[in-house]
């Protein structure tokens, strides 16, 4: 890292963020407040009903504590490249650190909805910029040929966290207060924020960067902010709400969708002919970037959508608590711990296209697997599923990650970054409402089916009652004959949706995977020029 002099590849090791310091150290350093904020973003999920019960309220408008987080991260994330430029990449990670830990604190003490939604609210605002500096530096500071393994440490939290998220927030809901799901940020971040200011340097290059922009005078795009808030705010409440809101035949639904779709084209126009845009979209007309966005979109979907899929479908058809069915994901975790750096290693040594493709059918696979399981499935059976998926999320995120700064200025990777993570983040609040929008309706069709041959015309249901009615009477059950066959009709058509469900996500892996084949063939590590203009 010593040598300041841009390098064949186009890597320039003035921009570094280790200075002096071990590289890999910085990469520890700058993964916790990250990991902290992709944590936080499924582990209060399972806390709802014990936030709901212990602020008065109802289940329904408990989920706003979720929506608003997600509402201010979708704002944010895609500015938070242009906020690094201006501010200075070191001072901003800070001030995000500092503020997603005042934030949870705030939320750990709140007395009432009001103050923990405006606390959640600040807490997506902080967290929103941790994840894409944390990659801008990343790739600032190794050369390409190291990328893959820089990025694998990346790949852990960005995959890890949100699988340990339902199960940690399950044993602390459980063994403690819904209080500590937030406060337990508190020291995480005041830890954070030390480290980062001691070790973590802020390269002369860039700190010159900085001082040419506040010298011509700093522009800032009013407009493209307001179309960035109102496009990605608006679509993110849609996405979250609309099917609590029955979609299309709600008022507020339509008015938030209107908004959203108006906005976001209004985006597109305008930060493709500005001179100094918020978010730069001019980067999309390089391919292999545009490309590298549309996976990484696919992944996000497919993780963050499964990630929530399983252990429902582990609640609500095998009856496990909520701490036991994030215990299902553990082992996938521990498989993505596994390959991590095998992917990493690989990114650097193979043509990326040949780590992403079969990845992608790897992840068609489990999903296939997942569509054959039963409603009497063991913990094992469950767990291996999801095993089978982890193997190959590190052979997504790691490649992608890495190949996306190919053939773009170095001084773009704050943006990229930026794009990056909404491409993750979007595809992920996609994911999670067209499923569960998918598996409301699969559930009432399996229902209607099953319904149908119930009926004193079909022998097996007239011989199912009577022996029904005499097991019930033995035992002395106050559950009717009916009222247990009704059950058992709901757990069947519950468990057939979500089998739908999975092999709906199957279908689309394999619709999009021939997109890895836009990209130019290289390794992630480049080769030379990778960041040239």
């Not at 200075?88 to 705030?106: E, N, V, W």
């Not at 906005?263 to 597109?268: R, Y």
């Amino acid at each position: 890292m010593a040598s300041a002099a841009k390098r064949a590849d186009g890597w320039d090791p003035s921009r570094s963020a280790a200075g002096s310091y071990n590289p890999w150290m910085i990469v520890a350093l700058i993964s916790i407040p990250t990991f902290m904020e992709v944590l936080d973003t499924s582990i209060a999920n399972v806390s709802l009903d014990h936030i709901a019960g212990g602020l008065s309220i109802s289940s329904d408008q408990a989920t706003w504590v979720l929506t608003s987080y997600l509402v201010a991260n979708a704002i944010v994330i895609p500015i938070s490249g242009w906020l690094s430029d201006v501010i200075g990449r070191k001072r901003y990670f800070m001030i995000s650190i500092a503020l997603f830990t005042i934030s949870s604190l705030i939320c750990g003490l709140s007395p009432n909805l009001s103050t923990l939604v405006i606390a959640r609210v600040l807490q997506g605002i902080g967290g929103g910029g941790l994840a894409p500096v944390e990659q801008s530096m990343l790739a600032d500071t190794f050369p390409p040929s190291k990328r893959g393994m820089a990025f694998a440490a990346f790949a852990i939290v960005v995959v890890v966290g949100p699988v340990l998220g339902p199960t940690l927030g399950g044993y602390i809901t459980e063994t403690w207060t819904w209080h500590w799901v937030f406060l337990i940020n508190v020291p995480i971040g005041i830890l954070s924020l030390f480290l980062v200011n001691l070790f973590v340097d802020e390269p002369d290059t860039i700190k010159k960067d900085r001082d040419k922009l506040l010298k011509r005078g700093i522009r800032i795009d009013y407009i493209g902010v307001l179309l960035v808030a109102l496009g990605l705010g608006f679509l993110e409440v849609t996405l979250d709400r609309g099917q609590r809101e029955d979609w299309f035949s709600s008022g507020f639904i339509i008015a938030t969708a209107t908004i959203a779709v108006i906005s976001l084209i209004g985006l597109v126009l305008w930060e493709t002919h500005t001179d100094e845009p918020v978010v730069d979209l001019k980067l999309l007309r390089n391919r292999n970037f545009s490309a590298t966005l549309l996976v990484m979109g696919l992944t996000g979907m497919i993780l963050f959508s499964t990630t929530q899929l399983i252990p429902q479908m582990l609640q609500q058809v095998i009856g496990y608590t909520s701490f036991d069915a994030g215990l299902a994901l553990t082992a996938g975790g521990i498989a993505t711990l596994v390959m991590v750096p095998v992917a990493g290693r690989l990114s650097g040594a193979v043509d990326v296209r040949m780590l992403l493709f079969p990845a992608l059918l790897g992840q068609a696979f489990a999903l296939w697997n997942m569509s054959h399981l039963s409603a009497d499935i063991s913990f094992a059976d469950a767990a291996i599923a999801r095993l089978y998926q982890s193997m190959f999320l590190p052979f997504l995120f790691v490649p992608l990650n890495a190949v996306a700064y190919a053939g773009l200025p170095q001084n773009k990777t704050a943006q990229a970054s930026s794009l990056l993570n909404v491409a993750r983040n979007l595809g992920g609040t996609i994911g999670i409402s067209s499923s569960q929008s998918m598996l409301a309706n699969a559930m009432q069709r399996h229902q209607t089916e099953l319904v149908q041959g119930l009926n004193p015309l079909n022998f097996n249901y007239s011989e199912w009652l009577a022996k029904a009615q005499n097991a019930v009477g033995s035992v002395g059950d106050t559950m009717t004959p009916l009222a247990l066959l009704y059950s058992q009709v709901q757990r069947q058509a519950s468990m057939l949706a979500f089998l739908d469900v999975f092999r709906s996500l199957m279908i689309i892996v394999l619709i999009v995977s021939p997109a890895v084949f836009l990209m130019k063939p290289s390794k992630s590590g480049g080769g030379g020029g990778g960041m040239a203009h």
